[in-house]
């Protein structure tokens, strides 16, 4: 291949790759806004993961 179909190629490819993000997010495949998530048993993820020491002490000392 020469260098002008090597640019052709290239232009395609990244036409290609432009036209595919528009028609993903143009058509909503992806579900719009955020969510948030809460966890099944948050009692128990709260005593499965208890805070490290120095969490401790820093929230201790913010102002309320």
């Known amino acids: ?7 052709l190629v290239i232009a395609g490819l990244i036409g ?12 909503s495949k992806f579900e719009e806004g955020y969510e948030k998530g809460e966890c099944a048993d948050p009692e128990r993820v709260a005593r499965d993961n208890p805070p490290d020491e120095w969490s401790k002490s820093h929230w201790a000392n913010l102002p309320h």
């Open 1 to 7: 291949m020469d260098i002008p179909n090597q640019l």
């Open 16 to 27: 290609l790759a432009v036209a595919l993000t528009f028609a993903i997010f143009h058509w």
